[in-house]
């Protein structure tokens, strides 16, 4: 007998013993964290213009956009603007070192793919195309002969930005780069004598580098 109750005591020590382990509770596997992903928009087409305030200034300009993927688009884009003193003559003008007269319209069309790589018309930007840009344009400076070009220029142009989108509905671009190309073209000089002494013209074929750069306001739409 007392040897049962000792078996049956060990039986009820392992049983209370194996009751005591915690039982294994499934644990759901986390997704891994990391920062919410925006959602990259839908829309197709885009549709820019420069801002309101260069319209005052005689410059406008329009871009048109199609999206290729989820980081891709092509933009095309006309411009029209006057010919501007640059940085350097303005500030010598300030100065008073003499003025100089500049005027004529110069006219450019271009086209770029355009890479987002945080999402579609959203962050930074890089761009990357070509132009045309020609020029009828001339420069006076004060008691000197008035210099007149006419001329077409082939280049290319990489630019770099940032892009705001608004309401997945619109979008603020501000962008700034440099072109480089060749020139060709006519430049003719008007003496500026009492004599009407005659214009003298002789053909041009350089290369061009200059700062380019823009500001567009634009419209999202399209499936």
Same mark, same amino acid.
């Given at each position: $007998? @007392? =040897? +049962?109750?000792?078996?049956?005591? &060990?039986?009820?020590?392992?049983?209370?013993?194996?009751?005591?382990?915690? #039982?294994?509770?499934?644990?759901?596997?986390?997704?891994?964290?990391?920062?919410?992903?925006?959602?990259?928009?839908?829309?197709?087409?885009?549709?820019?213009?420069?801002?309101?305030?260069?319209?005052? $200034? @005689? =410059? +406008?300009?329009?871009?048109?956009? &199609?999206?290729?993927?989820?980081?891709?688009?092509?933009?095309?884009?006309? #411009?029209?603007?006057?010919?501007?003193?640059?940085?350097?003559?303005?500030?010598?003008?300030?100065?008073?070192?003499?003025?100089?007269?500049?005027?004529?319209?110069?006219?450019?069309?271009?086209?770029?793919?355009?890479?987002?790589?945080?999402?579609?018309?959203?962050?930074?930007?890089?761009?990357?195309?070509?132009?045309?840009?020609?020029?009828?344009?001339?420069?006076?400076?004060?008691?000197?002969?008035?210099?007149?070009?006419?001329?077409?220029?082939?280049?290319?142009?990489?630019?770099?930005?940032?892009?705001?989108?608004?309401?997945?509905?619109?979008?603020?671009?501000?962008?700034?780069?440099?072109?480089?190309?060749?020139?060709?073209?006519?430049?003719?000089?008007?003496?500026?004598?009492?004599?009407?002494?005659?214009?003298?013209?002789?053909?041009?074929?350089?290369?061009?580098?200059?700062?380019?750069?823009?500001?567009?306001?634009?419209?999202?739409?399209?499936?």
């Amino acid at each position: $007998m @007392r =040897s +049962f109750l000792s078996v049956l005591a &060990v039986l009820c020590s392992v049983r209370v013993h194996a009751g005591a382990e915690p #039982a294994p509770v499934p644990v759901p596997v986390a997704a891994a964290a990391s920062a919410p992903v925006a959602e990259t928009p839908s829309s197709r087409f885009a549709l820019a213009v420069n801002a309101p305030l260069g319209w005052a $200034m @005689r =410059s +406008f300009g329009a871009s048109a956009y &199609v999206r290729l993927d989820e980081h891709w688009a092509v933009r095309g884009n006309l #411009a029209s603007y006057q010919n501007s003193a640059p940085l350097g003559a303005s500030i010598a003008d300030l100065r008073g070192d003499g003025g100089t007269g500049y005027g004529g319209t110069i006219f450019d069309v271009g086209i770029a793919v355009v890479w987002y790589p945080r999402r579609m018309w959203d962050g930074f930007l890089f761009e990357i195309g070509a132009l045309r840009r020609d020029r009828d344009v001339y420069v006076w400076p004060e008691f000197e002969n008035k210099h007149f070009t006419r001329s077409t220029e082939y280049a290319g142009r990489a630019l770099f930005g940032w892009s705001w989108l608004i309401r997945e509905r619109a979008f603020i671009a501000i962008a700034a780069g440099l072109s480089a190309g060749p020139e060709a073209g006519n430049e003719t000089y008007t003496p500026n004598t009492p004599d009407r002494m005659p214009t003298t013209t002789k053909r041009v074929q350089r290369m061009q580098s200059e700062g380019e750069g823009y500001i567009r306001i634009g419209v999202v739409f399209g499936p």
